[in-house]
């Protein structure tokens, strides 16, 4: 069976930048599993693994567009501390949802403080990254009806909606 729309596909992976520093990895965290042709995964990792098949190991390098997009700098902005709950523990790195001017749901992430006012980032922390992933296909198997409904893959023992 080869990689396909409407399948739903086992990953063990690597992630890494150009400088080959380690983004993230399956090792450890059980398999990676996704339903190919759902917008599930970026782009250029889903394209470059259409017609693979079980025990096929792909090296693929994903330019920033076919990924999480280029860095846009009007997504930072500064906010008045007091837009955050009273009391509430800012720090660098921390990681908020917030509403786009359109409404919709983005999270944007703590990048400075300065006095009253909280700079934070509304890019993916991976914008503007190309990345390098070393991907061997574990398994590949049909979607279930429910699967497709979903629009996303489930584990073994029923939905999980955490990728």
Do not use: C, W
């Amino acid at each position: 069976m080869q990689i396909a729309d409407q399948k739903v596909i086992t990953l063990d992976y690597v992630l890494k930048d150009d400088e080959g520093t380690l983004i993230d990895s399956s090792e450890g965290k059980g398999d990676f599993v996704y339903l190919h042709g759902a917008r599930n995964i970026v782009p250029g990792l889903e394209n470059a693994l259409a017609g693979k098949v079980v025990g096929d190991e792909v090296s693929v390098a994903v330019a920033p567009e076919e990924g999480y997009g280029e860095r846009e700098e009007e997504l930072l902005q500064t906010v008045p501390k007091d837009m955050f709950e009273e009391g509430a523990e800012i720090n660098v790195g921390m990681q908020f949802h917030a509403q786009s001017p359109e409404g919709e749901m983005m999270i944007v992430t703590v990048v400075e403080l300065d006095g009253d006012n909280v700079i934070v980032d509304g890019n993916h922390p991976l914008a503007g990254v190309s990345l390098n992933f070393d991907v061997k296909v574990i398994d590949i198997r049909d979607a279930t009806a429910e699967e497709l409904e979903h629009g996303h893959a489930h584990g073994p023992d029923g939905e999980h909606h955490d990728h």
